[in-house]
């Protein structure tokens, strides 16, 4: 289960923030009670995360381009 908090860019590998995207915002296959699709515009998280996964922006950033 991913932690609660997202590893910081400083702090973090690519590999380490984008194992946090993919088991945080996991596709639960249910559109109505999950709601990632209705968050990220149906894009999939990885792709509009794709600044935190990078390291270009801590993750509040990238959430911020989808609000």
Known sequence: ???SVAPSVASSTREERLAYVRERY??????DQCGLCRLFHRKDPEHALRDYID???E???ALMAYR
């Open 1 to 3: 289960m991913a932690s």
């Open 55 to 57: 390291g270009r922006k």
């Open 26 to 31: 996991q596709c639960l296959a249910d559109c």
């Open 59 to 61: 993750l509040a950033e």
